[in-house]
């Protein structure tokens, strides 16, 4: 049996989130009081008690989904054996601190500073993203390499599933074009801006010198990146694909599919609700075994 870890992104927070961990447990909780004092404000009493609207905010959400990941695979204690983990976007901060790869203080302060760069990024400049289906990755990447303007492939889902992001003149054009070329959908999402995009450069200049001010080590296993969709557990790769990442387009599905073809037989989802990536993960091979840890 080989298990991969996989570790959720921005949009799988939900009410009441790490509430039960923090009642339950003491090593849970003592991580929850040092992560309100690292961040400076109580983000354990937004999550616990925070309506939906306060969880989206970026600045709130980023830190609650790494929090909530993290601690639940520390609580696994012995338990916790990967021979390989990726995470979604942000999630790769949380499977790299689980892995060993950066402590946990140093994780959660440049998720805080990551959400800060974002969200600044995204008030820079009206931009979005779509969720493109039914049409073939190829088709979406030479439809967006005609547009004027900045719009790109930004997450490489699933099979069948691409999001595009960029300036909202040229992601609304693209939608329409892609439409007209077969996609069954094209849909504008909720999001602040245009994640892992050119738009995102100036948050990507900000995390750098924090990324390079950070102690990386060797994690325990190998990580997948969302850059290349490589494996790797050199520090230096590793840090550099981490600062990549703002701009660079989440390869997803080209994980998934290098974790198959590498021998993962088992996936554990961990955090958020559970389901996301597993459900990813089921358009590759539905008959992957694959639970929430």
């Not at 696994?76 to 942000?90: E, K, M, N, R, T």
């Not at 290349?228 to 230096?236: E, I, V």
């Given at each position: 049996m080989k298990k991969a870890y996989v570790?959720?992104?921005?949009?799988?927070?939900?009410?009441?989130?790490?509430k039960d961990l923090y009642e339950n447990s003491s090593l849970a909780k003592d991580l929850f009081?040092?992560?309100?004092?690292?961040?400076?404000?109580?983000?354990?009493?937004?999550?616990?008690t925070g309506t939906a609207e306060d969880l989206k905010q970026t600045r709130v959400t980023q830190p609650s989904v790494f929090l909530h990941s993290v601690i639940k695979a520390k609580l696994?204690?012995?338990?916790?054996?990967?021979?390989?983990?990726?995470?979604?976007?942000?999630g790769e901060f949380s499977a790299l601190v689980a892995a060993g790869g950066i402590s946990f203080?140093?994780?959660?302060?440049?998720?805080?500073?990551?959400?800060?760069?974002m969200q600044k990024a995204c008030e820079a400049e009206p931009s979005t993203m779509a969720a493109i289906l039914g049409l073939a990755d190829e088709k979406i990447e030479q439809i967006c390499a005609e547009i004027e303007g900045v719009v790109v492939p930004a997450n490489y889902n699933s099979p069948g599933q691409l999001v595009i992001s960029g300036s909202v003149a040229a992601v609304t054009e693209a939608c329409e074009r892609l439409k007209a070329a077969g996609a069954k959908r094209a849909l504008v999402l909720p999001v602040g801006g245009a994640f892992h995009s050119p738009l995102m450069k100036p948050a990507e200049d900000e995390l750098r010198e924090a990324i390079e001010n950070t102690e990386f080590k060797e994690p325990i296993c190998w990580l997948y990146q969302?850059?290349?969709?490589?494996?790797?557990?050199?520090?230096?790769?590793?840090?550099?694909?981490?600062?990549?990442?703002?701009t660079a387009p989440v390869r997803w599905t080209q994980i998934m599919r290098g974790m198959l073809e590498d021998g993962v037989t088992n996936v554990y989802e961990v955090g958020g609700n559970g389901k996301t990536l597993r459900g990813m993960f089921a358009q590759v091979d539905r008959n992957l075994a694959t639970e929430a840890l």
């Open positions: 570790f959720p992104g921005q949009a799988s927070q939900f009410e009441g989130m790490g009081e040092q992560a309100n004092e690292i961040l400076g404000y109580r983000i354990s009493d937004i999550m616990f696994a204690g012995d338990a916790f054996q990967p021979d390989c983990v990726a995470g979604h976007s942000l203080e140093d994780g959660l302060r440049l998720v805080q500073k990551r959400a800060f760069a969302n850059v290349d969709a490589g494996k790797h557990r050199s520090p230096s790769v590793i840090r550099e694909n981490l600062i990549q990442q703002l």
